[in-house]
């Protein structure tokens, strides 16, 4: 794309927008950066995520989360410094993240267990796995999975799976493939040929794909009946990129 001088503005864009964000979440505001901030006493640690730095009461975190109890023991840095860092996180992540984390956001008429949503489920998970909150991290776990089940019944984005297979959070990956092998069933029952056109290629990424394939078409062989004499001569590659392969999926239903 150029802009009115003819020069290139698709390589600036991505980096204009990065700037953007950056700015946007270091400009938040004092009310923001420190959440239900007391008047008779000050915040005594800093949590920085991404750079930015949010100012909050040890005993909070520390009543709601072993994981941080346990870093500010007497013994870390943290301690010491008064300052846990997260560099590699999402400010606006850990925004979503204290509302767990503050027993003010919820009561036992409505749980901290209600805050999660299929909107932000999925940027909550890895948060919840890392800071050990696992029944968290299990309701995150079932919330995305139906949430992708409802919401991308037919086109579950490879995409998605190609940004989270190699996040150190194997519960994203778990989660992917469950949902993956849940379409697939439900791909098998679909009466309309039209509907189960549009899962194929999405399918086929998968089988293809050198970190799940292998499991995934194991999945397959279970719930399709391809003759032994194709599987004997024909590898997996060679029938999934075969034109023929989605009426080899619609005639080898068990």
């Not at 909150?133 to 579950?156: P, R, W």
Request: aromatic share 10%; with cysteine; charged share 35%.
């Amino acid at each position: 794309m150029e802009d009115n001088n003819g020069n290139d503005r698709s390589s600036k864009a991505p980096a204009e927008d990065k700037k953007k964000k950056r700015k946007a979440s270091k400009d938040l505001s004092p009310e923001e950066r420190t959440p239900k901030r007391l008047k008779s006493v000050e915040p005594d640690v800093t949590v920085v995520v991404g750079g930015v730095e949010f100012y909050h009461y040890k005993t909070i975190l520390c009543n709601s989360c072993e994981f941080f109890d346990t870093m500010l023991s007497a013994n870390m840095r943290e301690a010491k410094d008064s300052r846990i860092e997260f560099p590699d996180k999402k400010p606006e992540e850990w925004m979503m993240v204290y509302k767990f984390l503050d027993p003010t956001e919820w009561n036992d008429k409505e749980p901290r267990s209600s805050l999660v949503t299929p909107e932000n489920a999925m940027n909550l998970l890895p948060w919840f796995d890392f800071i050990g909150l696992e029944d968290l991290t299990k309701i995150c776990d079932e919330v995305a999975a139906s949430s992708l089940i409802s919401n991308e019944m037919i086109g579950l984005n490879y995409k998605r799976w190609v940004k989270y297979r190699d996040l150190p959070c194997p519960r994203y990956q778990k989660v992917i493939k469950r949902v993956l092998k849940r379409l697939i069933a439900q791909f098998l029952d679909v009466a309309v040929w039209e509907t189960r056109e549009k899962f194929v290629p999405v399918l086929k990424k998968f089988l293809l794909d050198d970190r799940c394939g292998d499991e995934i078409w194991e999945y397959l062989l279970r719930k399709v009946k391809f003759s032994d004499k194709m599987l004997e001569q024909l590898d997996r590659q060679t029938i999934v990129t075969s034109p023929l392969f989605p009426f080899l999926l619609e005639n080898s239903k068990k």
